[in-house]
């Protein structure tokens, strides 16, 4: 009997939705003892503003220190959110002392995130970023980084589990099915395209599947872009409207048959489980990884 390639798809990505649901029991269950010391970059931004949140509600973390190069306040119990904290604000770097953080949770910009990082790592902070734009020689020399001082990092395209399920799901998928395509849509608001889960999730692929044309190889744009941008084959398409948070689809075709794979975060919080995780475990590691699913 032949099977469709949808049925091997399927059949790994249950064996990959099964893992996950072990993985998330074994860190439910893990409890820590002694509270871990964070410090949130960038909580005048809403993912910072979240994080923040989040941190105060975790009775197995500290809030320490928050820290953005626009604050005005020196202590948080100035902003009407938090009155009932007292918790410093930094809008310098040089101001942080690292002997008084654990770990640092970056959701800041482009434009600052490198800048954070090596100076956390060489704080000897272990960082945990969100903030997407990095390139592959700053990832690099931060992996370097992280190695010769021996400290734990993460950096995550997303936090969200979903996501993390998507990007596998989507790689398990590419081993049948090549013909690939990638839309993700952000808010209004989002500052990079395409956005990091989306060039994560090509990445991916791209380790399964060998570099391809795809379409009529004499296909002709009429207007420049309608194709979108291009990763070994694979084209990405990124919308940017109010309205949405963070969303991707994946689209895979074959002869006769198509399979999208679909990941929806309709509010931050649903990174928050993902960034509680990572600050948890971070420190028992003595490397930078990228991808949240390195350290479940």
């Given at each position: 009997m032949r099977f469709s390639p949808i049925f091997f798809v399927i059949r790994e990505m249950m064996q990959a939705a099964k893992q996950s649901v072990r993985i998330r029991g074994r860190i439910k269950r893990k409890r820590m003892i002694a509270m871990i010391k964070v410090l949130v970059a960038g909580f005048?931004?809403?993912?910072?503003n979240t994080t923040v949140q989040m941190v105060n509600k975790n009775k197995d973390f500290e809030l320490t220190a928050v820290y953005d190069p626009r604050a005005t306040e020196s202590n948080?119990?100035?902003?009407?959110?938090?009155?009932?904290?007292?918790?410093?604000?930094?809008?310098?770097?040089?101001q942080i002392n690292g002997a008084e953080v654990d770990v640092w949770i970056d959701f800041t910009s482009p434009d600052s995130v490198f800048e954070n990082v090596k100076y956390a790592l060489e704080q000897r902070i272990s960082p945990i970023v969100g903030t997407t734009g990095l390139t592959d020689d700053q990832v690099s020399q931060l992996q370097a980084l992280a190695k010769k001082e021996k400290i734990?990092?993460?950096?995550?395209?997303?936090?969200?589990?979903?996501?993390?399920l998507l990007m596998q799901?989507?790689?398990?998928?590419?081993?049948?099915?090549p013909d690939v395509e990638i839309i993700e849509m952000h808010h209004n608001n989002k500052l990079d395209a395409p956005s990091g889960t989306a060039l994560?999730?090509?990445?991916?692929?791209?380790k399964v599947r060998k570099e391809k044309v795809q379409g009529n190889p004499q296909e002709k744009e009429v207007l420049p872009g309608a194709r979108g941008a291009?990763?070994?084959?694979?084209?990405?398409?990124?919308?940017?409207l109010p309205g949405y948070v963070a969303h991707e689809q994946v689209l895979f075709g074959g002869q006769g048959e198509a399979l999208t794979i679909r990941q929806d975060s309709f509010d931050r919080i649903s990174f928050m489980?993902?960034?509680?995780?990572?600050?948890?475990?971070?420190?028992?590691y003595n490397e930078l990884f990228v991808g949240l699913e390195n350290i479940l």
């Amino acid at each position: 009997m032949r099977f469709s390639p949808i049925f091997f798809v399927i059949r790994e990505m249950m064996q990959a939705a099964k893992q996950s649901v072990r993985i998330r029991g074994r860190i439910k269950r893990k409890r820590m003892i002694a509270m871990i010391k964070v410090l949130v970059a960038g909580f005048k931004g809403r993912m910072g503003n979240t994080t923040v949140q989040m941190v105060n509600k975790n009775k197995d973390f500290e809030l320490t220190a928050v820290y953005d190069p626009r604050a005005t306040e020196s202590n948080l119990n100035e902003v009407s959110d938090y009155q009932e904290l007292d918790v410093p604000v930094y809008n310098q770097l040089q101001q942080i002392n690292g002997a008084e953080v654990d770990v640092w949770i970056d959701f800041t910009s482009p434009d600052s995130v490198f800048e954070n990082v090596k100076y956390a790592l060489e704080q000897r902070i272990s960082p945990i970023v969100g903030t997407t734009g990095l390139t592959d020689d700053q990832v690099s020399q931060l992996q370097a980084l992280a190695k010769k001082e021996k400290i734990g990092g993460l950096i995550a395209p997303n936090f969200g589990i979903s996501a993390v399920l998507l990007m596998q799901f989507a790689q398990q998928a590419a081993k049948y099915l090549p013909d690939v395509e990638i839309i993700e849509m952000h808010h209004n608001n989002k500052l990079d395209a395409p956005s990091g889960t989306a060039l994560n999730t090509a990445k991916l692929i791209s380790k399964v599947r060998k570099e391809k044309v795809q379409g009529n190889p004499q296909e002709k744009e009429v207007l420049p872009g309608a194709r979108g941008a291009d990763y070994e084959g694979m084209k990405i398409h990124s919308v940017r409207l109010p309205g949405y948070v963070a969303h991707e689809q994946v689209l895979f075709g074959g002869q006769g048959e198509a399979l999208t794979i679909r990941q929806d975060s309709f509010d931050r919080i649903s990174f928050m489980s993902g960034v509680a995780v990572a600050v948890s475990k971070i420190q028992n590691y003595n490397e930078l990884f990228v991808g949240l699913e390195n350290i479940l």
